[in-house]
């Protein structure tokens, strides 16, 4: 793995058969110094975590579970909301890189291949009272159908890269294409370009949707888009459009 990913500015490559989180791990580390495009990459996550502490479920050998320490600069930290869509975009890059084929994102960060989740992202900060001691930017990815988790255990329809792509799936080059194109796409974060690649990337735009918060009430509306600041915009069925910061909603297409 560290021959293939020779090529990327990474200051450290840590890699584990198995750990609780990458993030969990690469909050710690960022706390206590870790540079810049420290990777952590487990083959196996015994408490893989999504939003709201629900667990993201990875298989050995079968999926791709990282995280990256990122250290964001003055500019960017106004953008912080961006940096979870910044792992879905990579992502999608990927798959076209490795694949060929067409991602969408779930707004405002789930990887979907065919309406089905195929990558999660988390990303989480790291605080020493008021200052930002790093970014770690977790992504899980199915790979191969063994990493797709049975429907009783999910919230959301689930896939893997491997049911739609007709090359074979390398864990290591889609880990490299992943992390490369990251650092392209954070290079555009301060440029319309970042959203204009977001806006054509999200699923379901011009479809009826609803936006819920957990075990609260439900906002439905037709989905618009993005705006700069990466919120979701909706048209009400009264004409008004609203606009969402992520926050803890989710995202579903009315049925
Ligand atoms: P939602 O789709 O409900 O808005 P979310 O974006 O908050 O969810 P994440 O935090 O990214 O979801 O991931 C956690 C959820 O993903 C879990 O609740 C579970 O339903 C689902 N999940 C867990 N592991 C996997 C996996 N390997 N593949 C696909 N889905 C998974």
């Known amino acids: 793995m560290?021959?293939?990913?020779?090529?990327?500015?990474?200051?450290?490559?840590?890699?584990?058969?198995?750990?609780g989180s990458t993030n969990s791990l690469g909050l710690k580390m960022s706390s206590?110094?870790?540079?810049?495009y420290t990777l952590l990459v487990a083959e196996s996550q015994t408490a893989g975590r999504g939003r709201f502490a629900r667990r993201w479920l990875t298989k050995p050998g079968a999926s791709l579970a990282f995280s990256l320490v990122i250290h964001p600069n003055r500019k960017e930290i106004q953008k912080l909301a961006l940096f979870s869509p910044l792992g879905a975009l990579a992502v999608c890059a990927a798959v076209i890189d490795q694949c060929g084929i067409e991602a969408e994102i779930k707004w405002p960060n789930d990887v979907l291949l065919d309406g089905?989740?195929?990558?999660?992202?988390?990303?989480?900060?790291?605080w020493d009272q008021n200052e930002l001691k790093g970014l770690v930017l977790g992504i899980g990815v199915n790979l191969l159908h063994a990493s797709v988790p049975p429907e009783n255990e999910i919230l959301f329809p689930a896939t893997c890269m491997q049911a739609h792509c007709s090359?074979?799936?390398?864990?290591?080059?889609?880990?490299?294409?992943?992390?490369?194109?990251?650092?392209?796409?954070?290079?555009?974060?301060?440029?319309?370009?970042?959203?204009?690649?977001?806006?054509?990337?999200?699923?379901?735009?011009?479809?009826?949707?609803?936006?819920?918060?957990?075990?609260?009430?439900?906002?439905?509306?037709t989905l618009l888009g993005v705006n700069n600041q990466g919120e979701l915009r909706l048209k009400l069925p009264g004409g008004n459009i609203m606009e969402f910061a992520a926050g803890d909603l989710s995202l579903r297409l009315r049925n």
């Not at 560290?2 to 750990?19: F, G, M, S, V, W």
């Not at 206590?32 to 810049?36: I, K, L, N």
């Not at 089905?116 to 790291?126: H, V």
């Open 116 to 126: 089905r989740k195929t990558a999660g992202i988390l990303a989480e900060a790291a």
């Open 2 to 19: 560290r021959k293939t990913l020779a090529d990327l500015p990474l200051a450290q490559i840590h890699y584990y058969n198995e750990i």
């Open 32 to 36: 206590e110094g870790a540079p810049e």
């Open 167 to 221: 090359q074979p799936i390398r864990a290591e080059s889609f880990l490299k294409s992943i992390i490369a194109n990251l650092i392209h796409l954070r290079s555009l974060l301060q440029n319309d370009k970042f959203i204009s690649h977001y806006q054509n990337w999200l699923a379901y735009i011009g479809e009826a949707v609803s936006l819920s918060k957990t075990g609260s009430e439900t906002v439905t509306g």
